[in-house]
């Protein structure tokens, strides 16, 4: 073959390769960066309603044993019956991973219409990978509630209208380790790295996942040195805070709504979930 035809053919074959390159730069877009919510900004503004207490009755909550209550300090084999939900707050005290938010903690307004007994907040943190479980995604931290007097402690309970009426909602059984839960959220989860709009709990173990995550009511305090405290209160709008002492970097959280007794038709329960200001690590 001459050089010519040789040298014909090579150009050929780079100028169909460019082509080609172009074309796939063409067909493939690649998706825009995911944008870090801005501070005092509201990730999350929902009300839920009865139909939303999908778990329970129950007197614990998840965790790798059945030896955390919802309630503080009672027996999490006792006779709470307790009706559960799971909401996204859609967003992370000092985080990391794809959100990037570096923040004070998380602020939570809430709102109850139609409660008649006793509403436990817990938390929980989801993770897409951790020093624990390398690069597996999962919920392996939530707010300690074992003994009243233990320091670190903390939840967050508000006492109902005891002499409103109403009847116990539909509910299913929830499991405990390696258990997938489903939040309550009409736009599903932030992350849906299980393809099932599901969030699984990872705990690997016993008294693991118990030292970082806080639920605390004090708005002027740093966020990332607060360890929270155990509140009962009789309000039924209010706010609190979670925090995050621990090194771990959280890419969400997850709050755990449970409430006893029975539950009017009416009840409402709306959340309203904030980034707070990191002005105090800067």
């Known amino acids: 073959m001459e050089l010519k035809t040789k040298i014909g053919i090579g150009l050929a074959a780079i100028f169909s390769f460019i082509v080609l390159m172009i074309g796939i730069q063409v067909l493939y877009s690649p998706p825009a960066p995911q944008t870090t919510p801005a501070k ?9 309603n009865k139909s939303d207490f ?7 909550k998840p965790y790798l044993t059945k030896t955390l209550p919802i309630v503080e300090g009672n027996d999490p084999n006792g006779n709470d019956s307790f009706y559960v939900m799971f909401v996204d707050l859609y967003a992370t005290p000092f985080g990391i991973d ?5 923040t004070g903690g998380i602020k939570v307004d809430y709102n109850f219409t139609g409660l008649t007994g006793l509403a436990a907040f817990n938390v929980y943190g989801f993770a897409m990978h951790s020093n624990a479980l390398g690069n597996i995604p999962g919920i392996y931290l939530t707010n300690r509630v074992s003994d009243p007097a233990t320091p670190g402690d903390s939840g967050y309970y508000v006492h109902g209208d005891s002499t409103l009426t109403g009847s116990t909602p539909s509910t299913k059984s929830l499991g ?3 258990d997938h839960i489903t ?9 849906n790295v ?3 709009s599901t969030y699984a709990i990872t705990f690997i173990q016993a008294g693991g996942g118990l030292n970082a995550l806080h639920i605390t009511t004090d708005a002027g305090s740093n966020k990332r040195e607060d360890f929270g405290q155990v509140t009962y209160t009789n ?5 609190f805070y979670v925090s995050d002492t621990g090194g771990a970097g959280i890419s969400d959280v997850v709050l755990m709504v449970a409430v006893n007794g029975t539950i009017p038709n009416s009840f409402a ?6 980034m707070v200001n990191r002005s105090v690590f800067e």
Do not use: K, R
């Open 40 to 48: 005092n900004v509201s990730q999350l503004n929902e009300t839920f």
């Open 54 to 60: 999908i778990y329970g009755p129950q007197a614990w």
């Open 98 to 102: 794809t959100l990037s938010n570096y």
């Open 176 to 178: 405990m380790d390696l």
């Open 183 to 191: 939040v309550a959220n009409s736009a599903g989860p932030a992350f």
């Open 194 to 196: 299980y393809n099932n």
């Open 235 to 239: 309000n039924q709008s209010g706010t």
């Open 269 to 274: 329960l709306h959340l309203d979930s904030s």
